[in-house]
């Protein structure tokens, strides 16, 4: 039997990151927290403390990666992971495109089978986290189109695999598989 993965998409700020943490601090064992942020500025500094502080008082273990997504989940599954957290894939997309502003949705369909077969492979119970990008308007240079459009592509692939999906706006969560 394979482990179980959950989706959790929404709007910056909608309650997404607390949902995860919910679902995963609900499985048995050690909970694991993979965070993909970089910092870059003060602002961030701070927010990955307040993160890292609350986290380490509820004894979450924490993987940061900003890129290999797939080598964090089978780090935390050969340390016995209970239950692992993304957060978040918007950044992990981010960081790849960063990396290399070429990346085509091909790619990124690699990269993101080749998490979702860690995923499959991982703990019993995998969260990921990732903004919902395409309701808005249409972005205005290619590079901000190509991040949606990888981003979108991520989520489908995700989504498709999963075994539950929520979608979070203003701190309610909608289960839609």
Request: hydrophobic content about 40%; overall charge negative; aromatic content about 4%.
């Amino acid at each position: 039997m394979s482990n179980k993965i959950i989706l959790i998409i929404g709007g910056a700020r909608s309650g997404k990151s607390r949902l995860g943490e919910e679902l995963v601090t609900q499985a048995e064992g050690t909970h694991f927290y993979i965070a993909t942020a970089p910092v870059l500025d003060d602002e961030m500094a701070e927010r990955v403390r307040r993160h890292r502080a609350r986290r380490e008082a509820k004894s979450w273990t924490t993987i940061e990666e900003e890129r290999n997504l797939a080598g964090a989940v089978r780090l935390a599954s050969s340390e016995d992971a209970g239950a692992v957290l993304i957060d978040c894939l918007t950044l992990w997309i981010n960081n790849l495109l960063y990396e290399n502003p070429d990346l085509t949705e091909d790619a990124m369909s690699d990269k993101t089978r080749e998490l979702i077969d860690a995923l499959r492979l991982g703990p019993p119970l995998c969260a990921a986290v990732i903004n919902e990008v395409g309701l808005g308007l249409v972005p205005e240079s290619p590079l901000s189109r190509r991040f949606r459009d990888l981003s979108g592509r991520c989520a489908q692939l995700i989504a498709a695999e999963a075994d539950e999906v929520y979608f979070m706006i203003a701190g309610i969560a909608k289960r839609i598989k």
